[in-house]
């Protein structure tokens, strides 16, 4: 690592964390605005399942929900098929956020079931996420498939490949990120193409040229890089 880089704060090599506002939305404006309202409390819907393709960002935008409604004192839990559920139940959630419910096994989706009907029936919100819709997910047990179905349903499409870097550029416009196409050419090269991914990864890198006080060109993110590799050596 060099000199200069040991002075910038480890954080600054991570990709930004979730939120609604650094997430690609491309044909998705509609499903942000839900999750707006879902994280606020505003919604009407109780029940809302995301569905679409890997790489869509459906991680991203359940992980988004859940921090903004915390950060405005709602509890939440965000539920991973990775991990066994780490709470009862029967706690009171006023968000519960359940992702790849098609990849939960049967302890997780009998966990699920239960937390479901506690949670809407003290007026909180389920929101869940799956690769397809809730009467497609052949290993969801009929009754967790059911709840997930009796809600809003609504697919999150993912962004075209030639679509990709025009949105990107007006992304990190609209958030005063100045870069150009050759710098983002750049970034697409050396990056796998999920666009929560990148949206992270530019505000990353915006971070790091700011503590650099450099503009954003691709020696800049050449070395960002680099750095990233170092520190998970």
Known sequence: MTAIAAQIPFELFEPEAPSLDNYLMGENEE??????????????????TLWGGPATGK????????????????????LSSHSQPAVDPFTDLDLLAADDVQSLDE????????????????GG???A???????????VRDDLRTRLGSGVVTEIRAVPQDALA??????????????SEEVLTYILSHSQRDVSHLCQLIGGIDRYSLSLKRPITVPLVRG??????????
């Open 166 to 179: 025009p949105l990107l550029l007006d992304h990190a416009l609209q958030r005063g990120v100045g870069i």
């Open 107 to 122: 302890t997780g989706q009998t966990w699920l079931f239960t937390a479901f009907n506690h949670v809407i029936a003290r």
């Open 31 to 48: 499903a942000v605005a839900l999750l707006r309202g879902i994280a606020s409390g505003q919604s009407p819907h109780q029940a809302v």
């Open 224 to 233: 960002y890089f680099a750095q990233q590799m170092s520190l998970r050596r």
């Open 129 to 139: 996420a799956a690769d397809a819709p809730p009467m497609q997910l052949s290993a």
């Open 59 to 78: 991680t991203h935008l359940l992980s988004a929900a859940v921090s903004t409604a915390q950060r405005a004192g709602r509890n939440s839990l965000f």
């Open 125 to 127: 919100i389920v929101l």
